[in-house]
T-cell receptor, first 113, second 113 residues
Framework: SAVISQKPSRDICQRGTSLTIQCQVD?????MFWYRQQPGQSLTLIAT?????????ESGFVIDKFPISRPNLTFSTLTVSNMSPEDSSIYLC??????????FGPGTRLTVT | AQKITQTQPGMFVQEKEAVTLDCTYDTSDPSYGLFWYKQPSSGEMIFLIY??????QNATEGRYSLNFQKARKSANLVISASQLGDSAMYFC??????????FGQGTILTVHP
């Protein structure tokens, strides 16, 4: 199984600022995913982070708001830009090597004031 | 389009008893995987069990078993001998061949002593 770490674990940010979340996997993986979980809601996929190419964004999410980097097969970052209180959520990084596995990092709990 | 439905917003169970959490899915893709995750109040997503669409037998992992009924498109999670530590949110999710997970709305399980 893959072990996934995220930094920071939580943060409180002012509106209008940006926060970059880091995700590290302990083994090489082809695809990494970024999810958002708004308070009391289920998980929603933001984008798939592809190594060597641009991220693939889901409907409702755009690169200007959530730029993603994937410099190698074990690391990715998600930036939440120009934050508003509506961006207050848990952001989760996910990865898995095969069709039968998908693991998650511990999440980043973001509060925007 | 694929869809996952969890119709039980909340479930209650007595300690040491078994409980079934319902999950139905919809996809036209013949190849898919079904996952169950546990999310305690800390926010982390803990992988519990996986069932592949071509698996002939129901998956089991310790106290967790997956009641897979392909014709009915259901993948219910059975937790045997419930413990107080099982109190959490539980998510059912489906993964198609291109890798991303689609989640249900979740079920909050409360275990009473």
């Amino acid at each position: 199984s893959a072990v996934i770490s995220q930094k920071p674990s939580r943060d409180i940010c002012q509106r209008g600022t940006s926060l970059t979340i880091q995700c590290q996997v302990d083994s090489q993986v082809t695809m990494m995913f970024w999810y958002r979980q708004q308070p009391g809601q289920s998980l929603t996929l933001i984008a798939t982070a592809n190594q060597g190419s641009e991220a693939t964004y889901e409907s409702g999410f755009v690169i200007d708001k959530f730029p993603i980097s994937r410099p190698n097969l074990t690391f990715s970052t998600l930036t939440v830009s120009n934050m508003s209180p509506e961006d207050s959520s848990i952001y989760l990084c996910s990865a898995g090597q095969g069709a039968y596995e998908q693991y998650f990092g511990p999440g980043t709990r973001l509060t925007v004031t | 389009a694929q869809k996952i439905t969890q119709t039980q917003p909340g479930m209650f169970v007595q300690e040491k008893e078994a409980v079934t959490l319902d999950c139905t899915y919809d996809t036209s893709d013949p190849s898919y995987g079904l996952f169950w995750y546990k999310q305690p109040s800390s926010g982390e997503m803990i992988f519990l069990i996986y069932q592949g669409s071509y698996d002939q037998q129901n998956a089991t992992e310790g106290r967790y078993s997956l009641n897979f009924q392909k014709a009915r498109k259901s993948a219910n999670l059975v937790i045997s001998a419930s413990q107080l530590g099982d109190s959490a949110m539980y998510f059912c999710a489906m993964k198609l061949s291109y890798g991303k997970l689609t989640f249900g709305q979740g079920t909050i399980l409360t275990v009473h002593p």
